[in-house]
């Protein structure tokens, strides 16, 4: 089974996260309907749902764009590394915003329960530590794209 090409595992992905990523669109449209439906009320952490949501479509999208390299053969090259470093700010924002909705729900809001705070924890160092490691294959990226472009001269 190939990784790369037309017929292989990564555009499988690509095909996936595409799906996914309008479940998430179709999601944030009915947020409120949804809201209304279980009986909350909107609260600031309630609304952090719409930028970060956005965010993590931006992020899926980065995604994408990595699955469509390998969809053309071509995964090392500098477009990879700009998209991982988008990919890399998408997830830091992300991060930031579950920080700052973190700190309002635990001085502002007290009714939210403990369950739900360390969930939004986890989360929240789950999108760093995804920030770090984009970071990590930003650079490694950097590397072989200049590798290969020394290669490719010497020829």
Known sequence: MQLNGKYG???LFRILLILFSFACIMFLLFYIKILEVFNYSLDFFLGMVYPIGFCFLGLVYQF??????LKNNN??????VIVLKSAMIFSYIIFLLL????????FV?????????????VVSILFFGVGVAL????ELFKQAVSYKEENDLTI
Not at 112 to 119: D, E, H, L, T
């Open 109 to 121: 809001y007290d009714y939210y329960s403990f369950g739900i705070k360390i969930c939004v924890v």
């Open 64 to 69: 994408i764009k990595l699955f469509d390299s």
């Open 9 to 11: 595992v990564g555009n």
């Open 75 to 80: 995964p090392f090259c500098y477009n990879t």
């Open 135 to 138: 970071y990590m294959l930003k």
């Open 99 to 106: 920080l700052i909705s973190l700190i309002i729900i635990v």
